[in-house]
Nanobody, 121 residues
C-alpha cells in the first residue's frame, strides 16, 4: 500500500521561511511526478508546484520566485522550500505523487494527509 506523509508545516511570520517534506513509501514501481497543492479555507485546491522525472518543474503563478520544489528520487521524497511567505499562503498543503504501484497496472494520483501552514504575525 502506498503512503505519502508530509512534514514541516507550522506557524511562521510574514516574510519568513518554511520547508515542507514529503516521503512516499510502500510498494512503488515508479514515480513519474511529485508535487504540492494547497487549499485555503473556502477555496478550491490549487497547484503550488510539481516536478517531473528529468527535473521539469511547474509553479503556480502566486508562488513563482518565492517557492522552490526539489526531489530526491533515491529516497522517493519531494521538498518545498517556501520563502518570503505571505498571509495569503496560509493553507493546508498536500503532497501529490503520480505513480505506478508495484502490485497494480493502474497508474494514478496519490495524496498525503496534508500539512497546515499558517503565516501570521
Amino acid at each position: 500500500q502506498v503512503q505519502l506523509v508530509e512534514s514541516g508545516g507550522g506557524l511562521v511570520q510574514p516574510g519568513g521561511s518554511l520547508r515542507l517534506s514529503c516521503a512516499a513509501s510502500g510498494s512503488i514501481f515508479s514515480i513519474y511526478a511529485m508535487g504540492w497543492y494547497r487549499q485555503a479555507t473556502g477555496n478550491q485546491r490549487e497547484l503550488v508546484a510539481t516536478i517531473r522525472n528529468g527535473g521539469f518543474t511547474v509553479y503556480g503563478d502566486s508562488v513563482k520566485g518565492r517557492f522552490t520544489i526539489s526531489r530526491d528520487n533515491a529516497k522517493n521524497m519531494v521538498y518545498l522550500q517556501m520563502n518570503s511567505l505571505k498571509p495569503e499562503d496560509t493553507a493546508v498543503y498536500y503532497c501529490n505523487a503520480d505513480l505506478l504501484p508495484s502490485d497494480s497496472y493502474s497508474r494514478g494520483d496519490y495524496w498525503g494527509q496534508g500539512a497546515q501552514v499558517t503565516v501570521s504575525s
